[in-house]
Every structure is written in C-alpha cells, then in structure tokens.
Nanobody, 127 residues
C-alpha cells in the first residue's frame, strides 16, 4: 500500500479558491489511479474526482465539474485538487485515495475500489 498525506485545506469565503495536495510515499505512485473524495458531517463519503495513472484522463462528479481540477505530478509523487468558485456546500473533509491502475476504468467513483487513504483535510467555505 501507499501512504498518503493531504494538505492545503482551510477556511475560505464563498467564491474563493483552494488547492489541495496529496503527497504519496513509495516508488510505484505512477501506477495508481488517484481519487479525491469528501465527507460532510452526517453524510457518506462522496466521490469528487479521479485521475488515471498517467494523468491523461480525468473524471469529475457533476457537482464540481467546471469548478474543480484534478492533476498529478508523478515525478513528485503528488496529486492536486484545484478548487475554484467554492460554495458553502463544498464544506467537508477531503480525502485522497489510491487505487489500482484498473480502478479508473472500473468503479472509479466507489470508495470501495480504493485501497489506500489519507487522513483527510478540512475545507470550510463560509457564505
């Protein structure tokens, strides 16, 4: 398994931006599908975005499409989530997750298909 550490969360006003980072340990980062999920209080873990092992393909939840961008730098073992035009309903703990190379072409929106998780970073958007 790969170890994941998220950073970059915080408090921002509605309409603002944040960039989350997720640093991974291990030499095989480039073989993983990477995903971002979020969990608001009292709710289940929700898919946000996924990126294929090469970075050539990305997929987004409808709720964030056009506002969030997922990217990865395999040389730095890091995946990013750029969040623009933030809304109060984006408030949640954000988690990055790693899945197998095939996860992206399968059930990439399901938390069950990801094997490794970070500890999460809080994002709070005030109105």
């Amino acid at each position: 398994q790969v170890q994941l550490v998220e950073s970059g969360g915080g408090l921002v006003q509605a309409g603002g931006s944040l960039r989350l980072s997720c640093a991974a340990s291990g030499r095989t980062f480039s073989s993983y599908t990477m995903g971002w999920f979020r969990q608001a209080p009292g709710k289940g873990r929700e898919f946000v975005a996924a990126i294929s092992w090469s970075g050539g393909s990305t997929y987004y939840a409808d709720s964030v499409k056009g506002r969030f961008t997922i990217a990865r730098d395999n040389a730095k073992n890091t995946v990013y989530l750029q969040m623009n035009s933030l809304k109060p309903e984006d408030t949640a703990v954000y988690y990055c997750a790693a899945g197998s190379r095939s996860t992206y072409y399968g059930r990439r929106i399901s938390p069950l298909d990801y094997d490794s998780w970070g500890q999460g970073t809080q994002v709070t958007v005030s109105s």
